[in-house]
C-alpha cells in the first residue's frame, strides 16, 4: 500500500505535466528524482531479505510527503504561469476544444453509418476551421477532413482512424506552439478527392493479410497472390 500510495502521487504529478505545456525547469526534475527515489527506496526494502515492513513502510511515506507537497506546489506555480501568457493559454484553449469535438465524432463513428449522423458529423467538424485561423496548415487539414466525410461512399471504418488520428495529432501541435509542423497525409487527401470507395491498406503484412480476407474470400485472396507473383 506504501508503494501504491507513492507511485499514484508521482501519476497526479505526471498528469498536471502531461495535461498542461509547462516549462520544466531544474526545481521541479529535481522534486521529480526525489519522488522517485522515494519509491526506489521502497521497492528496494521491499526486495530485501528483510523484506518491507509496516512501521518502516510508513515512516519512508512520511517523510515523503514534504517532497511531494513541494512538487504540487511547484507545479502550480509554473501551471498559474503558464495561464498568464495569453498565447499559451489561447493554444491549451484550441486544445481542449479539438479534444471535445474529437470525442464527439468517435462516438458518431460507432454508430451506424446513416445520413443523418453523417451531417451530424459535418456539422460538429465545422467548429474546427474556426480555430486557428492563421495557421494554414490546421485549415488545410480540416478541409480536407471535411471533403472526406462529405462523400457517402467512403465508409466510417475507412474515415475514422485517419480522421481522427491526424486532428489529434495536429490539435496537439497547436497547444505546443508548433503549428507550422502540422502535415495533412497522403491518405487523407486521398479520401478528400477520390470520388470512389478507399480501401486503406497498412504496410504491416499481418494486417494486410487480415483486410484482404475481410474483403474477398480464399479463392479471390489466392488469385490476387498468383497475379502479384506475375508481377515480381
Do not use: C
Request: net charge neutral; glycine share 4%.
Amino acid at each position: 500500500s506504501s508503494i501504491q500510495k507513492t507511485a499514484h502521487r508521482l501519476e497526479d504529478a505526471f498528469k498536471i505535466l502531461k495535461e498542461n505545456r509547462i516549462q520544466v525547469d531544474q526545481k521541479l526534475e529535481s522534486l521529480f528524482l526525489k519522488g522517485y527515489d522515494l519509491l526506489q527506496i521502497l521497492i528496494d526494502k521491499l526486495q530485501s531479505p528483510l523484506g518491507l515492513q509496516g512501521e518502516e513502510a510508513d515512516a519512508i511515506v512520511k517523510n515523503g510527503e514534504a517532497t511531494f507537497a513541494e512538487l504540487h506546489a511547484h507545479l502550480n506555480y509554473l501551471l498559474g504561469q503558464v495561464k498568464s501568457t495569453p498565447a499559451i493559454a489561447a493554444a491549451s484553449s484550441i486544445s481542449i476544444s479539438v479534444r471535445d469535438i474529437l470525442k464527439q465524432m468517435l462516438q458518431l463513428f460507432k454508430q451506424q453509418e446513416t445520413s443523418a449522423s453523417r451531417q451530424q458529423l459535418q456539422k460538429l467538424i465545422l467548429p474546427l476551421s474556426q480555430l486557428a485561423s492563421e495557421q494554414q496548415q490546421w485549415q488545410y487539414l480540416v478541409k480536407n477532413a471535411q471533403s472526406a466525410l462529405a462523400n457517402p461512399k467512403h465508409s466510417y471504418r475507412t474515415l475514422a482512424p485517419v480522421i481522427i488520428k491526424e486532428l489529434k495529432q495536429a490539435g496537439d501541435l497547436l497547444e505546443w506552439g508548433r503549428g507550422e509542423e502540422i502535415t495533412v497525409s497522403q491518405e487523407l487527401q486521398l479520401l478528400a478527392t477520390a470520388k470512389l470507395p478507399q480501401i486503406l491498406i497498412t504496410l504491416e503484412p499481418e494486417l494486410v493479410a487480415s483486410t484482404l480476407l475481410q474483403m474477398f474470400n480464399r479463392q479471390q485472396v489466392s488469385q490476387l497472390v498468383q497475379l502479384l507473383q506475375m508481377r515480381r
